[in-house]
């Protein structure tokens, strides 16, 4: 064989095919190296403890900017189970690592400022996983119009805060499962950074967590806790849950961290969200069945199954149903008893709606965001 070694090289240089299929390869490996080396680099600098370095020079360098505090240090802090959670995970780095302000778009404005507006009683955490700072009001034009962030800020039951997932796990049942890797390797790091987050946040201080692609509209401070909607017929959604911060509550965020961790998937999108929730009700209620678990409420003990008319009336294939001037009727009657309306951000985030336009989804952010909906502009 090693005789051959010699005669195998030759034929190599002289084929063009294979050192071009040769030369990919060596791209792709280099390619892929590069790509995972800056995606753990920049897990580390948005979500853990290194982001203190990028954003202390950030707020040195201006007089007019100001960190928002730590969820764990700042007061107020989150009444347990009488607070209602939002999470950005997006962490806006740019190509300098350097921070960029706060931001929010008119859809999560439109979400944060409905939570407020409907639950006046319940206090409203924006939580951003990831070094985030804002202007002052010293540092902008006071004659410009309204901001998104002013609009939502208005509310004095809204608070913006930072969190670090370090600092935020630790003394909870997912500090050392974090140190291991997998969650800053997954194929859908922000994504599960948020399903990650929303059990932690339950698990902290119970209360309603809510998705940002959502439009609450009606009260919800007096729903009994411990709840959460059908998505389909065999899936439980993660978009909208309530636990109590104490007793069977907070029982069942131990359940979904551990389940979390045992079952956790970075290659398969909604495992970790929707699939945890699932597979934790699934055993409360000991059965499979998602009708029986709304059918018979004994049966899962006080954990609560909306049907899908509560939050997920529009089912996330017709997503643009909230958006079609020609499906309005339907879409209003179809969410008439509902609390909640999930528009599916996943799928209409890229579809702007003009002003003006008479969408099921214009006509929910007029009604139950309307400052935000001013301050969007011309598109919302």
Same mark, same amino acid.
Not at 24 to 39: A, M, P, Q, T
Not at 306 to 333: C, H, I, M, N, Q
Not at 351 to 376: D, H, M, T, W
């Given at each position: 064989?090693?005789?051959?070694?010699?005669?195998?090289?030759?034929?190599?240089?002289?084929?063009?095919?294979?050192?071009?299929?040769?030369?990919?390869?060596?791209?792709?490996?280099?390619?892929?190296?590069?790509?995972?080396?800056?995606?753990?680099?920049?897990?580390?600098?948005?979500?853990?403890?290194?982001?203190?370095?990028?954003? $202390? $020079?950030?707020?040195?360098?201006?007089?007019?900017?100001?960190?928002?505090?730590?969820?764990?240090?700042?007061?107020?802090?989150?009444?347990?189970?009488?607070?209602?959670?939002?999470?950005?995970?997006?962490?806006?780095?740019?190509?300098?690592?350097?921070?960029?302000?706060?931001?929010?778009?008119?859809? $999560?404005?439109?979400?944060?400022?409905?939570?407020?507006?409907?639950?006046?009683?319940?206090?409203?955490?924006?939580?951003?996983?990831?070094?985030?700072?804002?202007?002052?009001?010293?540092?902008?034009?006071?004659?410009?119009?309204?901001?998104?962030?002013?609009?939502?800020?208005?509310?004095?039951?809204?608070?913006?805060?930072?969190?670090?997932?370090?600092?935020?796990?630790?003394?909870?049942?997912?500090?050392?499962?974090?140190?291991?890797?997998?969650?800053?390797?997954?194929?859908?790091?922000?994504?599960?950074?948020?399903?990650?987050?929303?059990?932690?946040?339950?698990?902290?201080?119970?209360?309603?967590?809510?998705?940002?692609?959502?439009?609450?509209?009606?009260?919800?401070?007096?729903?009994?806790?411990?709840?959460?909607?059908?998505?389909?017929?065999?899936?439980?959604?993660?978009?909208?849950?309530?636990?109590?911060?104490?007793?069977?509550?907070? =029982?069942?965020?131990?359940?979904?961290?551990?389940?979390? $961790?045992?079952?956790?998937?970075?290659?398969?999108?909604?495992?970790?969200?929707?699939?945890?929730?699932?597979?934790?009700?699934?055993?409360?209620?000991?059965?499979?069945?998602?009708?029986?678990?709304?059918?018979?409420?004994?049966?899962?003990?006080?954990?609560?199954?909306?049907?899908?008319?509560?939050?997920?009336?529009?089912?996330?294939?017709?997503?643009?149903?909230?958006?079609?001037? =020609?499906?309005? =009727?339907?879409?209003?009657?179809?969410?008439?008893?509902?609390?909640?309306?999930?528009?599916?951000?996943?799928?209409?985030?890229?579809?702007?709606?003009?002003?003006?336009?008479?969408?099921?989804?214009?006509?929910?952010?007029?009604?139950?965001?309307?400052?935000?909906?001013?301050?969007?502009?011309?598109?919302?």
């Amino acid at each position: 064989m090693l005789l051959r070694l010699p005669i195998l090289a030759a034929r190599f240089l002289h084929n063009g095919r294979l050192r071009i299929l040769f030369g990919v390869l060596i791209l792709v490996l280099v390619g892929g190296l590069v790509y995972i080396y800056s995606w753990d680099n920049d897990y580390y600098l948005c979500f853990m403890e290194g982001q203190k370095m990028v954003t $202390q $020079q950030v707020v040195d360098a201006d007089a007019d900017t100001s960190l928002l505090e730590d969820v764990l240090l700042a007061d107020p802090k989150p009444v347990p189970g009488r607070s209602i959670f939002f999470h950005e995970t997006s962490c806006h780095l740019s190509t300098n690592k350097e921070l960029e302000a706060l931001r929010v778009t008119s859809r $999560q404005a439109c979400a944060i400022e409905s939570a407020a507006l409907h639950n006046p009683n319940f206090q409203v955490f924006v939580l951003f996983a990831g070094p985030t700072y804002r202007i002052s009001a010293a540092g902008r034009n006071n004659s410009q119009p309204q901001s998104l962030v002013e609009a939502i800020l208005s509310y004095s039951n809204v608070h913006l805060r930072r969190l670090s997932l370090g600092s935020y796990a630790a003394g909870t049942p997912m500090e050392e499962w974090l140190q291991d890797g997998r969650l800053s390797s997954s194929r859908y790091l922000f994504s599960h950074i948020s399903d990650f987050l929303r059990y932690l946040t339950l698990y902290r201080y119970g209360g309603l967590y809510l998705d940002m692609d959502v439009v609450v509209l009606r009260n919800m401070e007096k729903v009994p806790p411990n709840y959460t909607g059908a998505e389909s017929n065999t899936h439980l959604a993660a978009g909208v849950m309530s636990l109590a911060a104490t007793g069977f509550g907070h =029982e069942i965020a131990s359940s979904c961290l551990r389940d979390f $961790q045992h079952n956790f998937n970075g290659q398969d999108w909604g495992n970790n969200g929707p699939g945890v929730i699932t597979r934790v009700a699934q055993k409360i209620c000991g059965t499979k069945d998602i009708t029986l678990m709304q059918e018979d409420p004994k049966r899962c003990m006080g954990f609560k199954v909306f049907g899908r008319g509560a939050f997920y009336a529009v089912p996330w294939k017709k997503w643009r149903d909230f958006f079609d001037p =020609e499906k309005l =009727e339907s879409t209003l009657a179809s969410c008439k008893d509902s609390y909640v309306v999930h528009v599916w951000n996943k799928h209409s985030s890229t579809l702007p709606i003009k002003k003006g336009l008479k969408s099921a989804y214009a006509i929910y952010a007029e009604q139950n965001c309307p400052r935000s909906f001013k301050a969007a502009g011309e598109y919302f």
